[in-house]
Each structure stands twice: as C-alpha cells, then as structure tokens.
C-alpha cells in the first residue's frame, strides 16, 4: 500500500484547489502522490499525469489504479514538451518541483496556454534550497510574465523544512502565448 502525502506536497495541492469536475493535467507525476490527492475532490472531472519516466508512471498507475478504473485517472510517459492534447482540455496545469518555467521554454508554455480552457490556470510550486520564498516566487513570477502570462497569486510557506513557494498565473485569452525575445 502506498503511503501517505508529504505535509509539503499536500501543501501544494491545497494551493492547486482543484474542484469538482475539474479536468486537470500534472506535468511530472511522479509516483502519482498528487494524482491521487486531486481526484479524491475532483468527483466526476479528470486527472491526467504525465511525466517522462516509464518506472514514474508504472508506480502512479499502481497507486491510482481505483480512480483509472473508474475513469478518473490516467497516465501517460510522455516530456512535457512532446505531449500533445486537444486546446481548451485542461481546467487546471500545474506542477509542482519542475523545472518549467526555465529560461527558453517559451514554447512549452505556449503549448499549456493552448490546453487551458478560456478560465484555465497554470499552477507552478516550487522549491529552491537555499533560495528565500519570495526570491523564486520571484523568478518564476518574472518568467512567466516575459512569456506573456498573468500572474494572479503567489504564496510562500517559508516555515516549511527548505520552504515552498507556489505562483499562480492565466495564459491571454486563447492561450495566444507569444515567445519571448
């Protein structure tokens, strides 16, 4: 049996807030942790977790294998940057402790504009040892806005063991993300 979430990944999927019926994407799944978090609220919406490592999505699989048979869930071994989903799929993007908003992906965000349905949000949690809360939400707040988003929330837990720090953004209306210079 898988064990419990973490106080910091819960944490971020507080931050997340995923509600019912929502249609949610998780870039780096992972062994599923969050996965199964969201879909305990999301009632009749839809988690789908990507993440690179086939061994990654074998585990989140086993893990979520209650809310894949009833259709809440499911996986795919995928990099970010080759999956491909229809525009407007996603209620809710988010990752948390990937490097997403890295200088020069531009395109990648580009690509989640387009997957956010018209009211959508992309949800980045992070942490950077030895970096205070406020400086990453800074930087990942700073990246965001040179690729075109809106940064509507950004929130610290500084007491956290290493801190966390979650940024929440909108793509312009039709994810019309243009890269930036």
């Keep these: 049996m898988a064990g419990p979430a973490s106080a910091r990944l819960a944490w971020a999927v507080d931050r997340v807030a995923p509600r019912m019926g929502d249609r949610v994407l998780e870039i780096g799944c992972g062994p599923g942790v969050a996965g199964d978090l969201v879909c305990c609220r ?24 209650v809310h894949a048979a009833r259709g809440t869930a499911s996986f795919v071994t995928v990099e970010a940057e080759n999956a491909v989903f229809p525009d407007a799929a996603f209620d809710v993007v988010f990752a948390v402790r990937v490097g997403l908003v890295a200088d020069g992906d531009a395109q990648l965000l580009d690509r989640i ?35 075109g ?18 940024v929440e953004a909108c793509p312009p209306p039709g994810g019309n993300i243009q890269p930036s210079s």
């Design 113 to 147: 504009g387009r997957w956010l349905a018209p009211a959508g949000r992309l949800v980045v949690v992070h942490d950077k040892p030895g970096m205070e809360g406020g400086a990453l939400g800074g930087v990942i707040r700073d990246r965001l806005e040179r690729a």
């Design 42 to 65: 999301i009632g009749g919406g839809r988690y789908v977790g990507l993440d690179r490592s086939a061994t990654a999505i074998a585990a989140a699989e086993r893990r979520n294998a």
């Design 149 to 166: 988003w809106t940064v509507v929330a950004v929130n610290h837990a500084d007491a956290m063991d290493g801190g966390m720090t979650c």
